[in-house]
């Protein structure tokens, strides 16, 4: 009898098939352009409430929905900006790679590395 199952990895998703997913924004991401031209991110954090519980009684002034930020640049901007729901990422890299002048590889690789990590964070999610 086994006490502990292995858990199968994820299915890995082929580079075609990658690029056809198209981002969409998560709907909880509130977003808002800086005085410097930056972009500042916000979403809520997801806490147990347990620990809401535990952070209400030991600071009185406790924060009902904490969120965090996220403060892009101007390339982060960019690529912000162009995910719309209607776009893949085959057509944002070809995108981000004329306005801002890098070699299709290089914006592929700066483009997709971008949008993994803001689909962890969930703020993205790739339909």
Not at 25 to 43: F, M, N, Q, T, Y
Not at 75 to 94: F, S, Y
Request: some cysteine.
């Amino acid at each position: 009898m086994k006490l502990f199952k292995k858990k199968e990895p994820p299915q890995q998703l082929t580079r075609t098939e990658a690029l056809a997913c198209v981002p969409h924004k998560s709907p909880a991401v509130v977003w808002r352009i800086l005085d410097s031209g930056e972009l500042l991110l916000e979403c809520p954090l997801r806490i147990r409430p347990f620990f809401i519980t535990l952070a209400k009684r030991l600071s009185k002034g406790a924060d009902e929905n904490p969120t965090r930020k996220i403060q892009l640049d101007t390339l982060g901007r960019l690529v912000w900006t162009m995910v719309d729901g209607r776009k893949n990422v085959a057509l944002i890299i070809q995108e981000f790679s004329t306005a801002s002048g890098l070699s299709v590889q290089e914006a592929e690789i700066s483009v997709t590395t971008f949008l993994r990590e803001l689909g962890r964070r969930g703020l993205i999610l790739m339909q």
